[in-house]
């Protein structure tokens, strides 16, 4: 007798005993199209916020409450448009509500780079996802085929990607140390296996991998 169950992975199949189990993936999707809006008060924004206006999710990069000596007390924020990648200055009334952008984070690997594309899967599901150069832009450069990254949505659309906040490069090129100095404190300029230029210190030579933290794009210790 025919009959509909879950697969381990959350998808929903129809199965008979004359054919193998087959998931419905043209009518349904386990990720919503619906984006669900949340209040959040004005008080609560913080750096890496997401709120919604204007019909777009948007993230805080600043924000500082300002109570002046006449007048209501405000929160003037620098937020960045996840669709369009414009970033622009937003002043809120202190305590107003606002609209919280219902983001959601998937895990996906970073496989490989097809032409300007860059090809994301998801490993249990093997489901692709595909940024372009625009897209992910200078973070490219420490971009490392396999590296874990999270790759966001909203509307049931891709917007954007974040990168692991370290990751292991290795030291393409990097001058050699003056002599003398491989043992003291300063640093050096070195080439890393994704093009990425690192100050490194001056023990660090060609061939080493080091952490960088991707936030800065600082060299944080050897591998």
Not at 65 to 73: D, E, Q, R, T, Y
Request: overall charge positive; charged content about 25%; hydrophobic content about 35%.
């Amino acid at each position: 007798m025919a009959s509909l169950r879950f697969t381990s992975n959350g998808r929903l199949c129809f199965s008979s005993p004359l054919r193998p189990p087959k998931p419905l993936r043209r009518f349904l999707s386990l990720r919503s199209p619906v984006t669900k809006i949340y209040a959040l008060s004005s008080n609560d924004i913080r750096v890496g916020t997401n709120i919604e206006f204007d019909g777009s999710p948007w993230k805080v990069l600043e924000f500082l409450h300002v109570k002046p000596g006449k007048g209501a007390a405000f929160i003037r924020t620098k937020v960045k448009n996840y669709i369009t990648g414009n970033t622009v200055e937003k002043t809120f009334r202190a305590g107003s509500t606002l609209d919280e952008a219902n983001i959601l984070k998937e895990s996906k690997q970073y496989t490989y780079k097809d032409g300007d594309q860059y090809v994301f899967m998801d490993m249990s599901t093997f489901e692709e996802v595909r940024l372009n150069e625009k897209e992910v832009g200078d973070r490219k450069m420490f971009l490392k085929e396999g590296a874990e990254c999270s790759v966001l949505f909203w509307n049931g659309n891709v917007i954007d990607f974040e990168l692991p906040i370290h990751v292991n490069l290795k030291v393409s090129e990097a001058d050699a140390p003056v002599s003398g100095d491989a043992t003291r404190s300063g640093s050096r300029p070195a080439k890393l296996e994704t093009g990425a230029i690192v100050n490194v210190p001056p023990f660090v030579e060609a061939g080493e991998e080091v952490v960088v933290d991707t936030r800065t794009g600082q060299y944080v210790t050897r591998a």
